[in-house]
């Protein structure tokens, strides 16, 4: 069964500075999509940045971006010039190509933007 | 706008009444989820439903009945809900394509004294 695993409860960074949040998962497919999901106070779940396995690039929207390295099963979340509204859950998703609507989630690291 | 929608947003009960938490979506997805969030756990899929009449089990299905009659409903039913059942649910669609974004409702969050 595919696993993701999240090692870092908690993290904190200072406004305008770069932080990185790990995420490992294990699987036995070569293809496969991953995704970065943010939950600000509000609890609504919103989609941060995703990647097809088979993509070597890595992913890059606006400040965030990711580094996925496919044979170390690792898919970490940058986030550049942080800011106060990063301030959040971040969960680490994974999707197979089979069951295309199930995904699995990390525990979620809490990010702490500091002034 | 696109979106998913749940209600109740909260509720409390009671062990043993019988509860239904709506969900609906705007955007014709074929696609339809519940997950429940538990603190250290993340967030784990109870049932998904692939179309119309078309449901299975997720990760933690027990205690739990769907039912997906109509493409944009997917309610979540609680036939005698146990503390154990405290969380905050979420529903969510999806096209069901590859990357294809899982669109979130805004959670309920369910108490069972």
């Known amino acids: 069964a595919q696993t993701v695993t999240q090692s870092q409860p908690e993290m904190s960074v200072q406004e305008a500075e770069t932080v990185t949040l790990s995420c490992t998962y294990d699987?036995?497919?070569?293809?496969?999509?991953l995704f970065w999901y943010k939950q600000p106070p509000s609890r609504q779940m919103i989609l941060v940045i995703r990647q097809e396995a088979y993509k070597q690039q890595n992913a890059t929207e606006n400040r965030f971006s990711v580094n996925f390295q496919k044979a170390a099963k690792s898919f970490s979340l940058k986030i550049s010039d942080s800011q106060l509204g990063d301030a959040a859950m971040y969960f680490c998703a994974y999707r197979n190509p089979y069951n295309t609507d199930k995904l699995i989630f990390g525990t979620g690291t809490r990010l702490q933007v500091f002034p | 706008e696109a979106q998913v929608t749940q209600n109740p947003r909260y509720l409390i009960t009671v062990t043993g009444k019988k509860l239904t938490v709506t969900c609906s979506q705007n955007?014709?997805?074929?696609?339809m989820s519940w997950y429940r969030q538990d603190p250290g756990l993340g967030l784990r899929q109870i049932y998904y439903?692939?179309?119309?009449?078309?449901?299975d089990k997720g990760d933690v299905p027990e205690g739990y009945k769907v039912s997906r009659k109509e493409k944009r409903n997917f309610p979540l039913i609680l036939e005698s809900p146990s503390p154990n059942q405290t969380s905050l649910y979420f529903c969510a669609s999806s096209s069901g394509t590859g990357l294809g974004e899982q669109y979130f409702g805004p959670g309920t969050r369910l108490t069972v004294t």
């Open positions: 439903s692939m179309n119309v009449e078309v449901t």
């Open positions: 699987t036995s497919e070569s293809d496969y999509y």
């Open positions: 955007m014709n997805h074929e696609y």
